[in-house]
T-cell receptor
Framework: DSGVTQTPKHLITATGQRVTLRCSPR?????VYWYQQSLDQGLQFLIQ???????AKGNILERFSAQQFPDLHSELNLSSLELGDSALYFC?????????????FGPGTRLTVT | AQKITQTQPGMFVQEKEAVTLDCTYD???????LFWYKQPSSGEMIFLIY??????QNATEGRYSLNFQKARKSANLVISASQLGDSAMYFC????????????FGAGTTVTVRA
């Protein structure tokens, strides 16, 4: 158990819908990262927050947004869902932003868009 | 350009034997970190080992060791004395020092340990 929690574990929804994925980082970790894992794209970085501020953006679609709250939990919002958004979404956290700080991954949320 | 390349999509290894998973990387940043993660069939990502670009010695963590060859830009993972529980997908990842601290992942290598 990495100490990072993600809810829900599984999510099945229809095209065009909007969903929210939630992540609670390990106690004391200030940095949160979101990744998407799909069969065709592999593991892709989406976005990073550090202590409530957005720090970096990767291959995140405009239909996707995220935020980190004062209690450090984070939410990833996916809207106007398409079939291609079906994937495993990971949240990871680290204490700081340093080069050597390993990221601890949550169990993931498996999103299926039908 | 691909930052992390893992050329072995799948490997079989006999229990108790060692296995080497290849990873090459591409960066012009002198400061970077290399990571290996394990993803069992249950889906979670488990951190295994870290190597910094300025580290003089190869990293080791229990049965895991990293064969770091900086000039060749390779960071191969060696798993010694393989166990059935080592059957999983293994990902090599890199974090570069300039800019953000995201991890760039390779495509992964599936390891199957045979009894």
């Amino acid at each position: 158990d990495s100490g990072v929690t993600q809810t829900p574990k599984h999510l099945i929804t229809a095209t065009g819908q909007r969903v929210t994925l939630r992540c609670s980082p390990r106690s004391g970790d200030l940095s949160v990262y979101w990744y998407q894992q799909s069969l065709d794209q592999g593991l892709q970085f989406l976005i990073q927050y550090y202590n409530g501020e957005e720090r970096a953006k990767g291959n995140i679609l405009e239909r996707f947004s995220a935020q980190q709250f004062p209690d450090l939990h984070s939410e990833l919002n996916l809207s106007s869902l398409e079939l291609g958004d079906s994937a495993l979404y990971f949240c990871a956290s680290s204490v700081r932003e340093g080069l050597s700080n390993e990221q601890y991954f949550g169990p993931g949320t498996r999103l299926t868009v039908t | 350009a691909q930052k992390i390349t893992q050329t072995q999509p799948g490997m079989f290894v006999q229990e108790k034997e060692a296995v080497t998973l290849d990873c090459t990387y591409d960066t012009s940043d002198p400061s970077y970190g290399l990571f290996w993660y394990k993803q069992p069939s249950s889906g979670e990502m488990i951190f295994l080992i870290y190597q910094g670009s300025y580290d003089q010695q190869n990293a080791t963590e229990g049965r895991y060791s990293l064969n770091f060859q900086k000039a060749r830009k390779s960071a191969n993972l060696v798993i010694s004395a393989s166990q059935l529980g080592d059957s999983a997908m293994y990902f090599c990842a890199m974090r570069e020092g300039l800019g953000d601290y995201k991890l760039s992942f390779g495509a992964g290598t599936t390891v199957t340990v045979r009894a």
